[in-house]
């Protein structure tokens, strides 16, 4: 049974979007084992109007948003490992360390998949790509030792297509749209780079209720908390790029990350 995952990102509620669902999903398998890497607390993040947090409990708080988050998705991680570095500094970490500090939780796990961001970050956020490109490396440098797991490495993305349609949908609603251009604004990938879509339909409660748990966020991570419906529509699935190993031209699109891997 391939069901050993490590998602590695950058903040505490990276992971409420775009893997909840997946983890949803395989929340009563029980070969299935989850383990979740964050390399920052969030502690710079933007503190919601009347929230009650501090700049200095801000790292606490989030720390326990993201707990409960997983316990309302209803499958926290079996180790949740925080890797405290400096939220929006994660391109000054010495990236030999970065890599080292990921090296030693995969060489530990030997997960059958790896999941992270790909090099556009969804967001071109620096500590989005960072992570990536660090988890990317840390994957490589085990992949090929022998020892077994490290199946398969996965990007998380948007498809351009659902890009496009958001983004219409934002205009019509006078929302401001995104320039994936510009740094902290979303970015697609073209369709045919998608391997692996997912469909989170069944768990979409579950996924909105993980996200509403990132209380001191909500202005960030969604444009209005309320319109629990909208929220919904936005985690029907979720989308990923198989990094490695490279996949044959017109393969099948996969449902879901150990698709294929039995
Ligand atoms: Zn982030």
Known sequence: MARRLV???AHPDDDAY???GTVALHAA???FRFVLVLATDGEAGDIREGFPATRQTLAAVRRAEDAAAWRAVGR???RHEWLGYPDGGLSDVPFDELVDRIAGILAEERP????TFGPDGIFGHPDHITVGAATDAAFLRLAD???GGFRRLCHGVIPESVFNRWNEQRAAMNLYVFDPTQIYHMRGVPDEQ???TVDTRPVSDRVVAGLSEHRSQHHVIIDDPDDVQRWKRIVTREWWVV???QRPAGAPTLTDMFDGLD
Do not use: H
């Not at 059958?112 to 999941?115: G, M, N, S, T, W």
């Open 76 to 78: 926290p991680p079996d």
């Open 7 to 9: 998602v590695v990102f």
């Open 194 to 196: 998608i391997s692996i």
């Open 18 to 20: 775009g893997v909840a």
């Open 243 to 245: 990094a490695w190993p």
């Open 112 to 115: 059958d998949v790896v999941a």
């Open 29 to 31: 398998d029980p070969e």
């Open 145 to 147: 030792g022998g020892g």
